[in-house]
């Protein structure tokens, strides 16, 4: 055993040698101007756009009156601009198809009660489906805390996140390589389009929600209520069409987990008058103006809950 | 499970290989069994009822057949066959069987309703029923003792390594080395250093083969395999040489993890595959290509029907019913059919004009320069290996015709390849290109080093040869638990 011990070790370290190597060489030799290592897999992103924007802006020592986490729902449909009108510091650190997975580190690591009293958590139900993979991309190559990021590649469980991390590591950034133009503030991307059609085919899907992402939101319960953190549910409006059987089963593990943790759940993917196309840029994405009333909503329902209140009022 | 699933290579394989060497030799059957049921109900848990039923056949087949003489002995041996012929037949062909009734009956002018049942071929089902079939013949044959213990039978059948694909073994050399009785062999085996790192190794090479070249080569390959008609003819070659390596690095890949794993534990499996694509013939092809099925076929219906000493056109029919029965073998479906008869074809063609050949390779003066001719030998069976796989990947014979149609109706320009780039992620193309040609002339070194045929480089040489072969896995693998090719048949 000694010697099969030994043997494993040099071989073990002589990999580590190999992938350094070719870890420093794929990211120093470049082609067209381009890191070699972006040509070796799918999975390599650029930095940039919103989620760089949002996560360098974002300072974890200012107290904002509230954090909101989920998918890009977020950072497009609730507008940090109506809360600071109704005079409250918010600030969107969605990102795109952030799964509870993903947002679990970025409670543990960037937020406590006294930069975030309240997080409100979107609720959509096709990051409940996801693996998480997406948002590990996006989040290990965008956001600046190494922390945040080996905890990811850690809980992603393949493989492709430790080139990402190595990656990180070999090539560290301090600029986006592009930008769409989208971003405002305050973790907020403004998109004007609206609907040109009905919303296209019906959501068809009926897939079962990923037992690991159940137990992550779960997770992520227990740690704001660890935290001192007031955690709550919303899911902003959904047209009726991407109502498949997967929201059904949303809508109900939901329910049952609000219920069970004590937690209020503001769903308004019911709300009249959503299948205006007006407000939407996508079938799924609201645009500045489905943000706006949608925004608006939310703040009457989380100060009428008394989630929300003003300087000596609060809690 | 699948070897390449986290499942497998964090929990599975180390705790099942580390509780081997912990526990005493007489448990380590029931330790493999229990692990071999959990391998397998990974997949869809109620088909263990199908192993479960082959498993009792045969196991009471080959103690009746043992027991028996004459016509009785003859009986139950044609028992055991029907009933694992059956078990094959009802779940695997059923399907086949019924569209193609319907559809004669239908083009009679008859209304057909027999329903599809919807059945789901349970996984690995040809390769445990033929190692099953295997035992009773060659009980019936005496060659080998009937086993007398029902979970030590068990284990011959569902020994999770070589399980769902194979190597398909013989009671001769695993059911052996599970009985056997010698220290330090089979399942009597002690941790050996050298042993389980050869076996690591060779796991390794195989996760290699398929992570980084098979599961590559699969991405060009759907693209234009999944829309034949709009690919040209240059892709559609490249689509099809790449699918030649993509199996043979899915299929000998996870051969290779199923060796090495077994090896660890200090089994010896039967070797599958020895480079096939060096092939100088097709005859050679076929003893080097899934080599325990190819003998499988030799040695219980090839020669039970007269192998090649008989007239000669009763051989040529031989050689082809052996070519239609593998293609079924491979799948239901008339896209498997067409390509066991090519390769049956090419078999009977090449004896047919071998005479022929010969004066005219003498006649051109081919003979004198030996390592061109086994050049040219070993291209041209490439071409035509390759040529087959078309009806082996297409996914219907319309596919199929519509492949070979394109491949040989227009000439082969750059632009046929400007869709399939346009729909392949970044730089994907000209990656697995690149790797596909490196691994082409590394295969033959590794795979004599995994063999064990060719000692491998010494001391820290022979470590980064392969460490290499990991930091390969980790820069370039193609990730996300895709299931191997041979797992459908």
């Not at chain 2, 795979?447 to 390969?472: M, N, S, Y």
Request: glycine share 6%; with cysteine.
């Amino acid at each position: 055993m000694g010697r099969f011990l030994a043997r494993t070790s040099v071989f073990l370290l002589v990999a580590g040698a190999l992938y350094t190597i070719a870890i420093v060489a794929l990211t120093q030799i470049k082609v067209s101007g381009t890191p070699l290592i972006y040509r070796t897999g799918d999975y390599y992103k650029w930095p940039g756009d919103d989620t760089w924007d949002t996560f360098h802006e974002f300072a974890p020592h200012k107290h904002y009156d509230a954090i909101i986490l989920g998918s890009s729902h977020t950072n497009r449909g609730y507008d940090p601009e109506v809360f600071a009108k109704r005079g409250y510091s918010v600030f969107v650190l969605g990102s795109k198809a952030q799964t509870p997975m993903n947002s679990y580190p970025v409670i543990k690591y960037l937020l406590d009660s006294s930069n975030c009293p309240l997080l409100i958590y979107d609720i959509f139900d096709k990051m409940l489906i996801n693996n998480g993979m997406e948002s590990t991309v996006d989040l290990m190559t965008n956001q600046p805390s190494n922390r945040v990021a080996l905890y990811m590649a850690y809980a992603q469980r393949d493989l492709r996140t430790m080139n990402l991390m190595a990656l990180r590591l070999a090539l560290p950034l301090d600029s986006p390589y592009f930008d769409y133009g989208h971003y405002r503030s305050l973790g907020f991307s403004v998109w004007l389009d609206t609907l040109k059609d009905r919303g296209g085919l019906p959501d068809t899907t009926d897939l079962e929600i990923s037992p690991r992402q159940r137990n992550y939101l779960q997770a992520c319960i227990e740690l704001c209520r660890d935290k001192g953190i007031q955690i709550v549910f919303s899911s902003h409006y959904v047209r009726s069409n991407r109502k498949g059987g997967t929201y059904a089963r949303t809508t109900r593990f939901m329910d049952l987990l609000c219920r069970t943790n004590q937690v209020p759940y503001l769903d308004f993917s019911d709300q009249p008058h959503i299948e205006n196309n007006l407000w939407f840029h996508d079938y799924n994405h609201m645009n500045l103006t489905g943000a706006r009333i949608f925004t608006e909503n939310l703040v009457d329902s989380l100060e009428a809950l008394g989630y929300l209140r003003h300087g000596n009022d609060r809690p | 499970m699948l070897f390449n699933s986290f499942e497998f290579l964090c929990i599975f394989f180390p705790l099942v290989t580390g509780l081997y060497f912990v526990l005493p030799h007489r448990w380590r059957w029931l330790l493999l069994l229990v692990a071999s049921c959990w391998f397998y109900m990974a997949f869809v848990p109620v088909y263990i009822l199908i192993l479960a039923f082959t498993i009792l056949v045969d196991y009471f087949a080959g103690i009746w057949i043992e027991e028996s003489e004459g016509r009785r002995r003859k009986l139950l041996l044609t028992a055991s066959i029907l009933a694992n012929t059956g078990v094959l037949a009802f779940f695997k062909y059923y399907h086949f069987l019924n569209e193609n009734l319907g559809a004669l009956v239908e083009s009679l002018g008859f209304a057909y309703n027999v329903p599809d049942l919807g059945i789901i071929l349970p996984i690995g089902l040809s390769f445990h029923t033929f190692q099953s079939l295997s035992y009773t013949i060659e009980v019936y044959r005496g060659h080998q003792k009937a086993e007398r213990h029902p979970g030590i039978f068990a284990l011959y059948v569902m020994f999770y390594p070589q399980l769902v694909a194979g190597p398909i073994e013989r009671p001769g050399n695993l059911l052996n080395q599970i009985n056997s009785t010698v220290p330090g062999t089979g399942m009597l085996s002690r941790f050996d250093a050298q042993r389980v790192i050869e076996g690591l190794k060779q796991m390794l090479w195989g996760f290699f083969k398929k992570l980084v070249i098979a599961d590559r080569c699969a991405v060009v390959v759907d693209q234009v395999y999944g829309a034949p008609d709009q690919h040209g003819a240059l892709a559609i070659a490249l689509a099809t040489y790449l699918f030649a390596v993509q199996i043979y690095c899915d299929f000998s890949g996870y051969t290779d993890i199923a060796i090495g794993a077994a090896r660890v534990m200090g089994f010896n499996l039967m070797v599958n595959f020895r480079t096939p694509y060096r092939s100088t013939s097709i005859n050679e092809f076929w003893s080097r290509w899934h080599i325990s099925l190819s003998s499988w076929f030799r040695d219980y219906l090839y020669i039970p029907l007269g192998g090649n000493r008989v007239v000669k056109w009763r051989w040529y029919y031989n050689l082809m019913v052996v070519f239609l029965v593998s293609g079924l073998w491979h799948g239901a479906d008339w896209t498997y059919v067409i390509w066991g008869a090519l390769h049956g074809s090419y078999l009977i063609l090449a004896l047919v004009f071998a005479p022929l050949l010969a004066r005219f390779t003498r006649g051109i003066g081919l003979d004198r320069t030996p390592a061109l001719k086994r050049w040219l030998n070993i291209f041209i069976t490439v071409q035509l290996v390759s040529f087959a796989w078309i009806f082996f990947r297409a996914n219907n014979v319309h596919d199929s015709f519509t492949l070979v149609q394109r491949l040989f109706s227009a000439p082969w320009s750059l632009t046929d390849l400007t869709v399939l780039m346009a729909a392949l992620p970044n730089s994907m193309m000209d990656l697995t290109v690149l790797l596909t040609l490196l691994f082409v002339v590394i295969d033959p070194v590794y795979d004599r080093w995994v063999k064990r045929e060719a000692p491998a480089p010494a001391g820290l040489l022979g470590t980064a040869a392969f460490a290499v072969l990991l930091v390969g896995i980790l820069l370039f693998g193609y990730f996300g638990s895709t299931s191997f090719i041979y797992f459908q048949f």
